[in-house]
């Protein structure tokens, strides 16, 4: 199905009811893929007990990380998953 969904003079756009009521959640991950988004519902319940990625301690000696590098890390981790 395919909508036309124009966006607020903020940037904000609706997800239409029909398809947020789909979902037990209202919570979503947003992806920008090459010359689209992608929009996959989350919920976070599900995630509550998931695993640390990153600890400072224990991964970089007690050093913290720059987001920037952080994100690169994870980029990475998701292209070759």
């Not at 695993?51 to 292209?79: H, M, Q």
Request: proline content about 2%; cysteine-free; glycine content about 6%.
């Amino acid at each position: 199905m395919k909508n036309i969904i124009k966006a607020t003079s903020r940037g904000q756009i609706t997800l239409p009811a029909k398809w947020r009521k789909g979902f037990d959640t209202d919570n979503f991950i947003i992806k920008e893929k090459k010359n689209s988004l992608e929009i996959t519902p989350i919920n976070l319940k599900e995630i509550e007990n998931d695993y640390t990625v990153f600890d400072a301690i224990r991964d970089n000696k007690g050093k913290g990380i720059k987001a920037s590098d952080l994100v690169n890390i994870l980029e990475k981790i998701e292209n070759n998953g």
